[in-house]
């Protein structure tokens, strides 16, 4: 005699067959590739997307069955979509999901699904839609990278001299508008010409990069460090009054003074100077993002020409140069 299981799932494999008769123009309209899945997470019908989808035909996709054996995503099979669903009953989806089918490896899904329900609400399975899509997954990687090449620079990876001040454009609008604090240090590595002239320009480009990873290194997330010239970088650092931004600096110039850079088995001394100014709320009233840019810019150069002045390998803050040093 048959058990109770077995006339149990013969009920709810009965009802999911008179769901889809009765759903078949509905399904019919589905763009993705879709399949309904049963009780036992067998495949028991699908459109021609989904076998293009696992690469399989018609009579294949009905042999093999198990959802999971046709679609694997990085969830199976232990936290299976479509178990989930006959587990929970609740609608999902799942986006960038990555995924392979017996045909393609690799792939990015969005995957969306519900429960379906007998006439009692007992689940008689699900429907899935599946979406791939890798291919405008590449391309939006491809346009990340190209949108990063277009605001780095080349050398050193740190972000070009246009990015950085329209950065800090966008910093002193908010620092004004927040009444927050906002500095910036101007860095500039020192004797750089006798670098080229003595080892030349590829011991340049070596000594460019690796202080770039130093001082990427020394910044915080928030921080934005940029090429600002030849030798000559930025740092934007927000929320950082004078006194923090010195502390930034001197860390920074004590590890490049620190470092011994060598280039062909060469030791290249290299120390740099460091200039620091910090945005005032106090500055003359009118005065506009832009304005403030340049003033601020020119104070941090100003303190690192000072900087060099005075000895090089040091940090100068625009705010505790004596005013007739000023210029």
Known sequence: LP?????????????LEHWLIENRLTLEVLLDAYCVVDAANQVVDFNVAFTDLCGESYRK?????????????????GQCPAKQILTSGQPIRLDELKGTSRAFQDLHLILGGVPLFGPNKEILGSLITI??????SELQKKYGERKKESVTDGLTRLYN????????????????????QLSICMVDIDHFKRVNDNFGHLAGDHVLSLVAQMLQGESRDSDVAGRFGGEEFMVILPNT???G????????????????IQFEGKPIPVTVSLGTSTFSQAWPGGATPEKELKELVSRADAALYFAKANGRNQTRQFEAIPKTEKK
């Open 245 to 260: 931004a010195r502390v930034f600096a001197e860390r920074f110039r004590k590890h490049v003074e620190g470092t011994v």
């Open 61 to 77: 996709i009905k042999k093999i069955g198990h959802f999971c054996e046709l679609i694997k995503t990085e969830l199976c099979p």
């Open 161 to 180: 001299k246009v990015y950085t001040e329209t950065t800090l454009l966008k910093f002193l609008t908010g620092a004004h508008r927040e009444g927050q």
């Open 241 to 243: 009054d004078g006194p």
């Open 131 to 136: 979406r791939d899509v890798t291919a405008e």
């Open 3 to 15: 058990s109770a299981n077995s006339e149990s799932s013969e009920s709810l494999a009965k009802m």
